[in-house]
Nanobody, 124 residues
Framework: QVQLVESGGGLVQAGASLKLSCAAS????????MGWFRQAPGKEREFVAA????????YYADSVKGRFTISRDNAKSTVYLEMNSLKPEDTAVYYC?????????????????WGQGTQVTVSS
């Protein structure tokens, strides 16, 4: 079965950096678009970033553009989210997600598989 396992979350101060990882298994990784989402307490889950199967296309929410970078290593079946200049409003549980996706030019509208999430807390 498909499994997505996130890691790398933690408690940091504002301005710091963190790098999240999501290791995938049970799927042909390079055929899947991957996304990162987050959910803060009392708020709806929101899109953060996405990357195409070959890593050639990336997409970002306006709130993280220029601070976060999504990347993937298909040989390791792992997707990453490098987060710089973290702000207290970035505090949330971060989830990775996967969707079989071969469409060029846009990220998947929804995702089939989700990880369990990793907590990121940014103190002011």
């Amino acid at each position: 079965q498909v499994q997505l396992v996130e890691s790398g979350g933690g408690l940091v101060q504002a301005g710091a950096s963190l790098k999240l990882s999501c290791a995938a298994s049970g799927l042909y990784f390079s055929s899947y678009g991957m996304g990162w989402f987050r959910q803060a307490p009392g708020k709806e889950r929101e899109f953060v970033a996405a990357i195409s199967g070959n890593g050639g296309s990336t997409y970002y929410a306006d709130s993280v553009k220029g601070r976060f970078t999504i990347s993937r290593d298909n040989a390791k079946s792992t997707v990453y989210l490098e987060m710089n200049s973290l702000k207290p409003e970035d505090t949330a549980v971060y989830y990775c997600a996967a969707k079989f996706w071969k469409v060029v030019g846009k990220p998947p509208p929804d995702y089939d598989y989700w990880g369990q999430g990793t907590q990121v807390t940014v103190s002011s």
